[in-house]
């Protein structure tokens, strides 16, 4: 072997030597499964932010929610509210009779507001709802304001209060009463009050209407 080619034989075997390099880690290969286990956390993630969400909405429905007035107490604002309306008889008497057609079907579940009057007077007279007094002075009442609102008749201002008050007198006459539980019992006594002695509800008065003069 010549100088020159154990020159080079040696220098090949340096450059081998120099392009030893370090031992790579091995790599890992993702399980086909993982996917699998991240959807599940995503969606387990997003059922929790939405069962969340939806309590927190119950609970803001439920604290803006406002107790429905009764019946009797809506019909008091309407009445009160129509006699704004007194320089005009007809507008007066619509709402005056809608005060009562609606007060009726809430208190009592009549058909009022649907019908007219000759249709409801027919529905009114089976019932045992009122006395006979109160359906008499109702259907007078009723009849009164279909001439205001249907035949152009134009009544002066105390004839609409005579109306007002005939409605008023119904809706005070009709209200629910509050009793005690207690009521009749003897004075005295070491009973302490306890949930029998909270005030119930009756079905109504029992005084008739006054007609209107």
Known sequence: MTKATQAVHTASQVAATN????IVPPVVIPSGWAWLGWLLLGLALGATAFWLWRRWRRRQAAESIVPPLPPHIRARQRLQEALAWLGQPREFCIRVSDAVRHYLEERFDFHAPERTTEEFLVELKDSALLLPDQKESLGDFLTRCDLVKFARYEPAEPELRDLHAAALRLVEETEP?????????????????????????????????AKPQ
């Open 177 to 209: 009463v509050a009793v005690s539980a207690t009521e009749g019992q003897p004075p005295g006594g070491d009973r302490q009050p306890g949930p029998a002695d909270r005030p119930v509800e009756t079905a109504t008065r029992q005084p008739t209407i």
């Open 19 to 22: 392009d030893i390099r370090d």
